[in-house]
């Protein structure tokens, strides 16, 4: 049996990174409230 997950980071950045975020305004709204929350990391 394989694994489920096989992490890449190219594609990690890709579909979660800060650009793909601040594209959309849905995304400028997740870091927004991830700023306002305090998170050490806003986006990968």
């Given at each position: ?35 306002t929350k305090g998170r050490k990391k806003?986006?990968?």
């Amino acid at each position: 049996m394989s694994f489920t997950y096989k992490p890449k980071k190219r594609k990690r950045a890709k579909s979660h990174g800060f650009l793909v975020r601040s594209k959309t305004p849905g995304g400028r709204r997740v870091l927004k409230r991830r700023r306002t929350k305090g998170r050490k990391k806003v986006a990968i």
